[in-house]
């Protein structure tokens, strides 16, 4: 390793766990390293479900410890979810998770004061029941939001309780559907006429901000020896992930699997037409100007609670099974927000192939084989729609997260897609968080030098379509019809 290489540690909180990853990087090197993982379990309380995130800081500050001196450190997390702090800066209650019941409802009440399409063209975000937007207007009465003199989204509270410092990154800003992606900055307006108070948000941060000073009691419990900067990054993990798409060039698609598989395009401007809202895509803000122009997509949360549900049996093997049933005999809707709660999975998936008259999937490797053949069909819908749409074509899917483990998903999105897919980086979020922080210290250059050292030093796999494109086609007019 270079003696002008760097260690940066990448706190990446995921919806069901936490790690702490160390990047080191020189000139021509980037090596990852997995400092400290740690479970992220929601809690069910009488009041609904919450996150336990002192749990979550806990996690943080044991993988702080075990990554030893580090010269930054960069936080990202999922969207959406946030902190509501006193005017002490003491924390008012765990934050409420995305998956709770509370906004259910509620986006019909803010279409009656700003309709659906008005709010769209001024914030380009797709429906989605628990966008922040909607989380306050549940919370309006509450005496928690009664009493908040600030709120931090998850990674902006913990970068606050390690450093005392307190700002609102933007790309995770731009997922509250309070931000209007043409300036980059608040909807003053959409927030104005919903009565949401903008001044309970620290002021916006860009990724590469400097984001404080570990706190010397933090410093004391990890046994760091200060001063360690903070770096904000992309503190939306999608973010952060997307910058570590190891892409040539303008045309190409990404998929970031995982528990949600968020598939789509990265534009220089945001589509913001009827026919965009219409088929739910979203515009999130990237890295150096760029925009997220993509679909969330249920992703790998169908697979993950089936495996709960059947008590958790080994994957490998229930994959080269599924990978043995005959292709495309049920298939169901992977975007349909009937999946989006936890619990009986097996049976739901079950019940959605009867009611639209397929075969029924019984065995764990039938109910497999149906939840990835309908990711590949939706990564399909997703991407040939957000061409047509931001009349950008592609001639590449980059698979990033998690899901490239999974060879069967990665060759049957090729399939379906009729388009190689390049799968890794795994650890995409927390290299794209690692990049960030390097590039802040002057160490990569702009987003393309970082894409080309990931293609440099991150094993990649290259899956080419197979099969007839023909019934993709039929099972997606199937879907359709249905």
């Not at 450190?73 to 946030?82: E, F, K, P, Q, R």
């Not at 989605?128 to 902006?156: C, G, K, V, W």
């Not at 980086?425 to 210290?441: F, K, S, Y």
């Not at 293609?455 to 796999?461: A, E, I």
């Amino acid at each position: 390793m270079s003696a002008r290489a760097k260690s940066y540690a990448a706190v990446d909180l995921g919806a069901s766990s936490g790690r702490v990853m160390v990047g080191r990087v020189g000139p021509d090197s980037l090596e990852l390293t997995e400092a400290h993982r740690f479970p992220n379990r929601p809690v069910r309380t009488p009041e609904g479900l919450r996150w336990d995130v002192l749990g979550l800081y806990a996690g943080v500050l044991d993988g702080l410890r075990a990554a030893g001196q580090v010269d930054s450190v960069g936080i990202d997390s999922w969207a959406v979810d946030y902190g509501l702090l006193d005017a002490d800066g003491a924390l008012l209650g765990n934050p409420v998770h995305y998956r709770d019941s509370r906004t259910e409802g509620v986006a019909e009440k803010v279409w009656a004061t700003v309709p659906a399409a008005e709010l769209y063209a001024a914030t380009g975000l797709q429906y989605a029941p628990f966008n922040t937007l909607y989380q306050l207007t549940a919370a309006r009465h509450s005496a928690q939001l009664a009493h908040a003199e600030r709120l931090l989204l998850i990674p902006d509270l913990l970068t606050y309780w390690l450093t005392g410092e307190q700002g609102t990154e933007l790309t995770n800003a731009s997922t509250t559907q309070l931000v209007d992606p043409r300036t980059r900055d608040w909807s003053y307006d959409v927030a104005s006429r919903l009565g949401i108070d903008l001044g309970l948000f620290a002021p916006l941060r860009q990724p590469g901000d400097p984001a404080g000073l570990l706190r010397a009691e933090v410093l004391e419990e990890t046994g760091l020896a200060g001063p360690v900067p903070v770096t904000a990054v992309g503190s939306h993990d999608t973010a952060s992930a997307v910058a570590a798409v190891p892409a040539d060039g303008e045309r190409f698609a990404y998929i970031c699997t995982g528990t949600w598989s968020l598939a789509g395009l990265e534009l220089d401007a945001p589509v913001l037409t009827e026919e965009s809202r219409a088929a739910n895509f979203t515009n999130e803000l990237g890295l150096d100007g760029t925009v997220r122009y993509l679909r969330n997509i249920m992703g790998l949360w169908l697979l993950q609670e089936c495996v709960r549900a059947w008590g958790e049996p080994e994957l490998g093997p229930l994959l080269l099974e599924a990978g043995q049933v005959p292709a495309l005999r049920s298939i169901v809707d992977a975007g349909d927000a009937a999946f989006l709660a936890p619990g009986r999975m097996p049976e739901r998936i079950a019940e959605a192939c009867r009611a639209s008259g397929q075969p029924v999937p019984v065995s764990p490797a039938e109910v497999t084989r149906c939840i990835l053949d309908s990711l590949a069909l939706a990564h399909r819908r997703a991407i040939d729609e957000a061409q047509r749409l931001a009349g950008h074509p592609v001639d590449v899917v980059h698979v990033v997260g998690g899901g490239t483990r999974n060879a069967l998903l990665c060759q049957l999105t090729a399939d379906a897609c009729g388009l190689p897919v390049v799968a890794g980086p795994a650890e995409a979020a927390a290299l794209g968080n690692v990049l960030v922080q390097a590039r802040a210290h002057g160490l990569v250059g702009d987003l393309g030098d970082g894409r080309r050292l990931l293609t440099r030093t991150q094993p990649l796999t290259r899956y080419e379509p197979r099969g007839d494109a023909a019934r993709w086609r039929e099972a997606e007019a199937r879907l359709t019809d249905g």
